[in-house]
């Protein structure tokens, strides 16, 4: 009999582990992560490197990193190809031929071609049009494929940027922040489809020309229903709630999805926004620097954005003291978990701006304490996350001022 009773027991306990895993996903209770190793120079010199952007290349389980470099007091955009380990995989490589003003370069990796794709903002044009986005395809070797792309060359400067690859269309969405319409209506968000032959995929896409301000914008694509959000930090209420965070679906074809979303407009300012999809749950988590709470300056704020638009959930992610601000964010489809990385002021008197970062369940939840990403003397700024899928992993790039000059660093987080 006893023995009966405890092979019963046994059995609901297997049961009730097994029920739990079905209703609690691995990604919410898997371990915190931590630094892998030390910080690691991806690219440094005698001058400015900064403001840098990472994809990651499942096929090779390699990294492209792209910057601006200052080369003889002149901004141009360079890349290098890094392995799992943040090793150079080669030299480092221009992204254009062209000797003009490069910056801002941002790049994105397509599984259908295992290409990448970079654009960035150029002055090439400058004297006629302003600045243009332009872009460049690469193949895996970062063997340049094919000639420059002209993304927009609109009447007025076309700044900040941001670009995404459409997985089920083999298509990319770059979106900007556009004065053609400052003096008017004050600055826009416009956008551009292109092909993944570089050509261009029909005209250009108003996506906010809201009065006032429409600024920092980001986008995410949805593989599910084969769309995108674009969302960005809202000036037309800043006489009352002050800068707000919006957003805006965009379909496939580049036509407005539904009315603008207002992901949040508390009290005091919202600002920087950047977001994920999360495909396993079939919606985006947005997360911005949030300046509701005075006694702690900014903190980092998230939201949840289901498929249709709707705000499921708002909630601090990061409220330390001092301020948290410039944050980034990758999703973990293996686990179901974010990591957030961004810059933290609490050492600014001491040894200047860190990079931490903070892991997240699947819904937005924190999960496990704070991870400090690089704290070294010297200020440490603008995070760029990107996940390893192969290794299950983080890398997380950054400007760095330890050596008394902008340069790129990095850590592998897992």
Known sequence: MKKEMKRNTNILLIFLATLALAVWPIGNISSPADAIGGNFVVHGGPLRQAIASATYNPSSNQYMVVWEDNISGQNQAKGIILDTNGLPVGSSFYISPSDSIQTRPVVVYNNADNEYFVTWKDSKASL??????????????????????????????????????????????????????????????????????????????????????????????????????????????????????????????????????????????????????????????????????????????????????????????????GAQFRQEIDYNSVNGQYLVAYADNRNSLTSGFDIRGQLLKNRGQVLGPEITISNAVGDQIKPIVSYNSVNNNYLVVWSDFRNGNFDIYGQIVG
């Open 128 to 321: 006629i049009n302003g600045l243009n986005i332009y872009g460049q395809r690469f193949a895996s070797d970062a063997t340049p494929v094919g000639n420059t792309i002209t993304v927009s060359s609109g009447p007025k400067n076309e700044e900040e940027h941001w670009v995404v690859y459409n997985s089920l269309n083999n298509q990319y969405l770059s979106v900007w922040r556009d004065t053609r319409n400052e003096l008017t209506n004050g600055i826009d968000i416009f956008g551009q489809i292109v092909n993944a032959d570089g050509s261009l995929f029909g005209s250009e896409i108003p996506i906010s020309t809201a009065t006032n301000h429409q600024l920092f914008q980001q986008l995410a694509f949805n593989s599910a229903n084969n769309q995108y959000l674009i969302v960005w930090r809202e000036l037309r209420n800043l006489d009352t709630t002050g800068p707000d965070i919006y957003g805006q679906r965009v379909n496939e074809s580049g036509n407005l999805v539904g009315s603008e979303i207002v992901v949040s407009n508390a009290a005091n300012q919202q600002m920087r926004p950047t977001l994920r999809y999360n495909s396993q749950l079939n919606e985006y988590l947005v997360v911005w620097g949030d300046g509701t709470n005075a006694a702690t300056l900014y903190d980092i704020y998230g939201a949840r954005v289901n498929a249709k638009g709707n705000v499921v959930r708002a909630q601090p992610i990061s409220t330390s003291i």
